[in-house]
């Protein structure tokens, strides 16, 4: 026996509602008290429960649509041993006319129809919740709902998207489908295997483009007395196995800055409510190897003297270069620095390594005439920028903190 399943009275001033969810399709049986259908309104859902036992034949509904009373949710094939209620048993013995029922919007194939809906566990949120959860393709039933009687509320969905961006496989890295193009068909072509490091630094840097609103900021320092210093003393720190190019100098004035502006120094929490700031300054240095971009981490800088980071940088490099860095070392820096001041380069834009809030990029220095209030004089200048998470830091702090490093890499003397 067949059984339509309509919408109940709505009650008074409302004259339709918004179809949330459909928890059932063609095929699927059901027991008396299942949720069959969430409506929505304004301010309120309704659930529609099955009153009887048996197997769903026909979905005449759309997610999306807008539905009123006594519209025709579904067609329900009763099971055998349920017993029909005197109205149902009237029907059973009189002809059934066919009815249409007025539709409330263009009839939609059956197979179209079956197409978005799909068996959910059926969860407790308030309309406007679910909407957001629609709008964010967010599946409420893999929510954990933190609101009272297991009710799901915004924040909730909010947290599951930042979980899964955060820590989701590389498969699940939400970019743009690209086209696959058959390039031979312009001429000769060769395939080449992308390193591990190249294809799991891949999928870092695309999560981290798509979840942190970066923003940069440009400066440069004269560093003309730095490089008089650094000519003098390089050779006392190479008798001892290091090279003191000008990282360690940069280093000692980040390390500096981070002490002054510990937001830079920091990292948000899972919920991104609140900042962390850390008591110990790790600096994460970008190694050029041949597999691709390492990142080894130089521990406490701030109580380490020029020397001894030259030192540590000769060693760490050397044996990133060769794959002999441990994993401990790559991990727990606070801050990066980036610098292709041996390459080339009149600045650039490198992107924040999350859980840091920035990074430092450093490009080649040169010499140039700068006006000295009388004179043009040759003075030799590093540009430099820094990328940062605006959530957390904003364009004035920005430029304080490098005006700060600026002015440390200019006055030597202070810095060392």
């Not at 067949?2 to 027991?31: A, F, Q, R, S, W």
């Not at 940069?216 to 003309?224: G, L, S, V």
């Not at 004035?253 to 929490?269: E, I, M, T």
Request: hydrophobic fraction near 40%; aromatic fraction near 4%; proline fraction near 6%.
């Amino acid at each position: 026996m067949l059984k339509e399943i309509i919408i109940p009275d709505l009650g008074e001033g409302i004259d339709t509602v918004e179809v949330g969810e459909i928890n059932v399709k063609p095929g699927d049986h059901v027991e008396t008290g299942d949720i069959l259908v969430v409506l929505e309104s304004d301010k309120a859902s309704m659930e529609i429960e099955a009153e009887d036992a048996g197997t769903i034949k026909e979905i005449r509904i759309t997610p999306g649509s807008e539905v009123r009373t006594n519209t025709i949710l579904a067609i329900l094939e009763l099971d055998q041993s349920a017993e029909p209620t005197p109205v149902e048993e009237v029907e059973a013995q009189a002809p059934k006319a066919e009815v249409t029922p007025e539709p409330v919007e263009e009839e939609i194939p059956q197979a179209q129809v079956e197409a978005p809906i799909t068996k959910r566990k059926v969860v407790s949120a308030s309309p406007s919740v679910r909407r957001f959860a629609r709008e964010l393709g967010c599946e409420l039933s893999q929510v954990t709902p933190s609101g009272p009687k297991g009710r799901v509320l915004k924040e909730d969905i909010q947290n599951f998207v930042k979980s899964r961006l955060s820590g989701a496989p590389a498969g699940a890295v939400v970019s743009p489908a690209q086209p696959e193009i058959d390039f031979s068909q312009w001429g000769e072509i060769e395939t080449v295997r992308l390193s591990k490091i190249r294809r799991v630094t891949a999928v870092n840097l695309q999560r981290a483009w798509q979840t942190i609103p970066h923003v940069a900021q440009m400066d440069e320092t004269d560093i003309t007395e730095l490089e008089a210093f650094r000519q003098v003393f390089k050779h006392a720190v190479a008798k001892e196995g290091g090279k003191l190019s000008i990282l360690p100098f940069i280093m000692k004035a980040v390390a500096l800055a981070l002490q002054k502006y510990p937001d830079f120094n920091g990292s948000l929490d899972i919920r991104g409510e609140n900042l962390i700031h850390k008591k110990y300054i790790h600096l994460g240095i970008a190694v050029d190897t041949e597999a691709g971009l390492v990142v080894p981490v130089i521990r406490d800088v701030d109580q380490k003297s020029l020397s001894q980071l030259a030192l540590e940088l000769v060693d760490v490099s050397l044996r990133t270069r060769e794959r002999k860095i441990k994993p401990a070392e790559l991990m727990g820096a606070t801050f990066t620095i980036s610098s292709l001041g041996g390459i080339s380069g009149t600045g650039f834009s490198p992107i924040v390594n999350p859980p840091q809030v920035a990074i430092l990029g450093v490009s080649k220095s040169k010499m140039t005439p700068e006006w000295n209030g009388s004179e043009f004089v040759p003075r030799l200048m590093l540009p430099f920028s820094i990328s940062y998470d605006h959530r957390v830091i904003d364009g004035a702090s920005a430029a304080r903190f490098t005006k700060f490093i600026a002015e440390a890499l200019s006055a030597i003397k202070e810095l060392v």
